[in-house]
Nanobody, 119 residues
Framework: QVQLVESGGGLVQAGGSLRLSCAAS????????MGWYRQHPGKQRDMVAT???????NYADSVKGRFTISRDNAKNTVYLQMSSLKPEDTAVYYC?????????????WGQGTQVTVSS
């Protein structure tokens, strides 16, 4: 089992910044792809940013140039630096880790952290 613990969410004014952190622990094998997803009320969970074990990143178009994903492999931690925040960034943000097993890849999720951007 893998546990993901997120922190850093909160309330911020439009134009402000927040940094999310996600610490992974438990039975982690190798250096896995990790990422951040978000879910608006009544909507599906969407990808925000992902980072491979080798450090290759991918971003949703809506956050390119404003958000930066990074990782510290020694700490099994992934970060999301969010800048120039907009009210539409308000959502619950979830950390994701893709763990490879013999039978395939399994997605682990954190409990979610609320980000609220006021106008």
């Amino acid at each position: 089992q893998v546990q993901l613990v997120e922190s850093g969410g909160g309330l911020v004014q439009a134009g402000g910044s927040l940094r999310l952190s996600c610490a992974a622990s438990g039975s982690i094998f190798g250096i896995n792809d990790m990422g951040w997803y978000r879910q608006h009320p009544g909507k599906q969970r969407d990808m925000v940013a992902t980072i491979t074990g080798g450090g290759r990143t991918n971003y949703a178009d809506s956050v390119k140039g404003r958000f930066t994903i990074s990782r510290d492999n020694a700490k099994n931690t992934v970060y999301l630096q969010m800048s120039s925040l907009k009210p539409e960034d308000t959502a619950v943000y979830y950390c994701n880790l893709k763990q490879g097993y013999v039978f395939g890849t399994y997605d682990y999720w954190g409990q979610g952290t609320q980000v609220t951007v006021s106008s």
